[in-house]
């Protein structure tokens, strides 16, 4: 989705990002890899049970984390998609994500 | 070609291996080669190939030091192709069943959280603009 991103921001669209890992994971794991858009620390999994997302034991050593999902939210903060995967490597595309807008 | 099966007994585990690993470090980050694994999986093959041809040219007129040799490169190969495979075709569909908090879901949940810097990020910041939530595994 970085690689797009100046698509999704040319339509107004806002992207988040959203995971267990805490502010230091992401900061040495992640924004190396050129992310530009928001990814937030769940190391809790508020969120991520918020949205009943969690994948219990989801983890390789046996924690859980969040399973992955693309959740669409419209203007007035109500949600316009759900889009979930039953193959965690099998995530939606950038290019499939515009034509939903 | 000759030399190629010579030693494929290294050579083969070394294709699988190298097609197994660049699947996670590299490819994961190229979502149609994440998605359906051209690169890797036709990789590890050719290393099962490539054992398994070695092995069979290899075993006659061969002493038991350099079969064994052989055999030990095959099997580490397909070892390693069978990994990728379990992990393609299996482990990555262990998934549990879209939970009804999800399908019930109507309006957005609200949340605060930290991003990398330490700022609050909240989605009512976000009011009046559509936003699109990805919920991903992590880095591991």
Not at chain 1, 25 to 38: A, N, Q, S, V, Y
Not at chain 1, 45 to 60: F, N, Q, S
Not at chain 2, 86 to 92: K, N, P, T
């Given at each position: 989705?970085?690689?797009?991103?100046?698509?999704?921001?040319?339509?107004?669209?806002?992207?988040?990002?959203?995971?267990?890992?805490?502010?230091?994971?992401?900061?040495?794991k992640?924004?190396?890899?050129?992310?530009?858009?928001?990814?937030?620390?769940?190391?809790?999994?508020?969120a991520?049970?918020?949205?009943?997302?969690?994948?219990?034991?989801?983890?390789?050593?046996?924690?859980?984390?969040?399973?992955?999902?693309?959740?669409?939210?419209?203007?007035?903060?109500?949600i316009?998609e759900?889009?979930?995967?039953?193959?965690?490597?099998?995530?939606?595309?950038?290019?499939?994500?515009?034509?939903?807008? | 070609m000759?030399?190629?099966?010579?030693?494929?007994?290294?050579?083969?585990?070394?294709?699988?291996?190298?097609?197994?690993?660049?699947?996670?470090?590299?490819?994961?980050?190229?979502?149609?080669?994440?998605d359906?694994?051209?690169?890797?999986?036709?990789?590890?093959?050719?290393?099962?190939?490539?054992?398994?041809?070695?092995?069979?040219?290899g075993w006659?007129?061969?002493?038991?030091?350099?079969?064994?040799?052989?055999?030990?490169?095959?099997?580490?190969?397909?070892?390693?192709?069978?990994?990728?495979?379990?992990?393609?075709?299996?482990i990555?569909?262990q998934?549990?069943?879209?939970?009804?908090?999800?399908?019930?879901?109507?309006?957005?949940?609200?949340?605060?959280l930290?991003?990398?810097?330490?700022?609050?990020?909240s989605?009512?910041?976000?009011?009046?603009?559509?936003?699109?939530?990805?919920?991903?595994?992590?880095?591991?």
């Amino acid at each position: 989705m970085q690689t797009e991103i100046d698509k999704f921001e040319e339509r107004g669209v806002a992207l988040i990002g959203i995971s267990t890992s805490t502010v230091g994971e992401i900061k040495d794991k992640m924004l190396p890899k050129g992310f530009t858009f928001p990814l937030l620390a769940d190391p809790e999994l508020e969120a991520i049970d918020a949205y009943g997302l969690r994948h219990v034991a989801g983890y390789p050593t046996g924690g859980d984390i969040a399973r992955p999902a693309v959740i669409i939210v419209d203007e007035e903060g109500f949600i316009r998609e759900k889009i979930l995967t039953e193959n965690w490597r099998v995530r939606p595309t950038a290019e499939g994500l515009l034509s939903r807008l | 070609m000759k030399f190629l099966l010579r030693h494929s007994y290294w050579l083969a585990p070394a294709i699988a291996f190298v097609g197994f690993i660049s699947y996670f470090t590299v490819f994961v980050w190229f979502p149609p080669l994440r998605d359906v694994p051209w690169v890797n999986v036709p990789m590890v093959l050719l290393g099962v190939l490539l054992g398994v041809v070695g092995l069979l040219g290899g075993w006659k007129g061969s002493g038991w030091r350099r079969r064994s040799l052989y055999l030990g490169g095959a099997l580490a190969s397909v070892l390693i192709a069978g990994l990728l495979c379990l992990y393609i075709y299996s482990i990555s569909y262990q998934m549990p069943p879209i939970s009804s908090v999800t399908e019930n879901l109507e309006k957005a949940p609200e949340f605060s959280l930290s991003d990398a810097d330490g700022k609050m990020v909240s989605l009512s910041d976000y009011r009046g603009k559509k936003v699109i939530i990805s919920f991903y595994r992590g880095f591991w």
